[in-house]
Nanobody
Framework: QVQLVESGGGLVQAGDSLRLSCAAS????????MAWFRQTPGEEREFVAA????????VYTDSVKGRFTISRDKGKNTAYLQMNGLRPEDTAVYYC?????????????????WGQGTQVTVSS
């Protein structure tokens, strides 16, 4: 089992920055990918970014490339999502997720563990 706890969401204005954190505990050594997804009411959960826990390789969805940066601190068992140049369309509940699988990184059904989510609201 892996437990994930997100923090760092909030209400900001367009153009502002936020950093989300995801603290992991439990059997983290089995984790291959850590990822961030987001979801708005009535919509499916959307892939945002992922990072390999050991190698630090990253993957992003096109809409956040150049604005968001995913990183991890293995010593602190924590993943981060630095979000710069926020836009109103980035408003969503952001979820941290973990999987031991090494494929299909963008598919939410491939992730075994999820945090409770943190709200990010960007006003125009």
């Amino acid at each position: 089992q892996v437990q994930l706890v997100e923090s760092g969401g909030g209400l900001v204005q367009a153009g502002d920055s936020l950093r989300l954190s995801c603290a992991a505990s439990g059997r983290t050594f089995s984790t291959y990918f850590m990822a961030w997804f987001r979801q708005t009411p009535g919509e499916e959960r959307e892939f945002v970014a992922a990072i390999t826990w050991n190698g630090g390789e990253t993957v992003y969805t096109d809409s956040v490339k150049g604005r968001f940066t995913i990183s991890r601190d293995k010593g602190k068992n924590t993943a981060y999502l630095q979000m710069n140049g926020l836009r109103p369309e980035d408003t969503a509940v952001y979820y941290c997720a973990a999987t031991s699988s090494s494929y299909a990184v963008r598919l939410s059904r491939n992730y075994d563990y999820w945090g409770q989510g943190t709200q990010v609201t960007v006003s125009s």
